[in-house]
């Protein structure tokens, strides 16, 4: 985790995976405390494409030099300054071929070359599991990488929490909140799908925080008569609306999660259509009017809440140190209060669920909620 401490001129900086609001606070915390400390700092384009595909971008435009004057007020936009790919693994690199056929190739060398020509001593990887599991292979073999996680999925291990969660929350909740109004006006049931992957930390905060009556979690696969029974039960009380958050990766108990398109190289699989699912079936099993409404990438729009602002400046600034002090090979994390770095090879590749015994699903179902299980 520790080297010795060599001279650093000049950092880069990359985006990976789906963008997270909160990006661009990373980006202007890690520029600037770079800046203080004299150092340059390069933002690589594209995840690593900047540097791999530099043929796709106006010359010298593949990585450019972020000045004081270039993050300046940039905390509060969402996206990302850089661009971002989630198809762009220096390890599993999709090349194309003459007959118009992709395959996947090991460009780890073409980048760490390509870094060496720009004269990088180290580099910032800002990513979810994908983007530092790559940060944490480039380290195997010799660059100084520090990691940032980045996801509003909230699903890395290693930290209490990731910057882009809360917003995402915030957002869904936000929108569960404007559901309930015109479901119960038309007494109709509404399945709210939600991001997430294979975690529901989405569904499960943002059903809280709305209100939703059931809330369906990959973590716990669902049986739909419970949810049907839920809704039989609030009609006979005069409740005869009701909200159903549904994490994109959530299954029914002994079946599939539903996919919204083919994989392709080097992407990961598509999640999505398992609120339709639901909806229409919650429709059958009870004979009311049932709607579903997807939220989808809304969730990684907008601008970042304080929360995730502050967060992504405190890892951005962290990760600066963390290198200043010759940590590499880690990613800074937020333990308790404090941001410490833990060690790359401890958290890369390793997803954290909602756990089965914490206090917030405790809380779900001390309030009645119905997480069809
Ligand atoms: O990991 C973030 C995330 O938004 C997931 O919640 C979602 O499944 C996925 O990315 C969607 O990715 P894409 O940008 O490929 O649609």
């Known amino acids: 985790m520790s080297a010795p401490i060599a001279t650093i001129r000049r950092i ?32 690589i384009r594209d995840g690593y494409d900047g540097l791999l595909r530099p043929e796709r971008y106006r010359p010298g435009d593949g990585c450019i030099a972020l000045t004081a004057e270039r993050v300046e007020g940039i905390a509060s936009l969402g996206g990302t300054l850089l661009g971002s790919t ?16 992709t395959v996947l190739a090991d460009r780890s060398q073409d980048l760490l070359d390509a870094l060496a020509r720009e004269q ?49 929350v915030a957002f869904a909740s936000e929108c569960i909140d404007r559901l309930h109004t ?7 049931i509404i399945a709210v799908e939600v991001m997430g992957r294979y975690a529901g930390w989405i569904a499960l905060h943002a059903g809280l925080a709305g209100g939703a009556h059931a809330i ?36 029914p108990r002994g079946g599939e999660r539903t996919l919204s398109g083919p994989a392709e190289a080097g992407h990961a699989e598509r999640l999505g259509g398992m609120g339709e699912q639901v909806s229409q079936a919650l429709a059958r099993l009870t004979g009311k009017d049932a709607r579903c409404v997807v939220l989808g990438h809304l969730l990684r729009g907008g601008s970042p809440s304080a929360f995730d602002r502050v967060a992504a400046l405190r890892f951005g600034a962290a990760a600066v140190r963390a290198l200043a002090a010759g940590q590499h090979d880690v990613m800074v994390a937020l333990d308790g209060n404090d941001v410490r770095p833990v060690s790359l090879a401890d958290v890369a590749g390793r997803m954290k ?11 779900a179902r001390d309030l009645g909620l119905c997480l069809g299980a």
């Open 353 to 363: 669920a909602v756990p089965l015994d914490g206090d917030t699903l405790a809380t």
């Open 216 to 251: 369906l979690l990959p973590e716990l696969p669902f049986d739909l008569a419970r949810v049907a029974e839920l809704v039989r039960q609030r009609d006979a009380q005069g409740l005869s609306h009701s909200i159903v958050v549904v994490a994109e990766g959530a299954h």
């Open 182 to 188: 015109t479901a119960a006006s038309h007494h109709r």
């Open 12 to 43: 880069a900086i990359t985006t990976g995976g789906g963008d997270a609001p909160g990006l661009n606070a990373v980006i202007q915390a890690v520029t600037r405390a770079a800046l203080q400390r004299g150092w340059a700092c390069l933002g």
């Open 86 to 101: 989630n198809q762009g693994n220096p390890f599993a690199y999709p090349v194309c071929q003459a007959d118009g056929s």
């Open 120 to 168: 990088v001593d180290a580099l910032v990887a800002v990513g979810g599991d994908g983007s530092l599991a790559i940060a944490h292979r480039l380290a195997q073999r010799g660059l100084r990488v520090v990691g940032v996680p980045k996801t509003i999925d909230n699903d890395l291990d290693g930290t209490v929490t990731t910057f882009g969660f809360d917003t995402a």
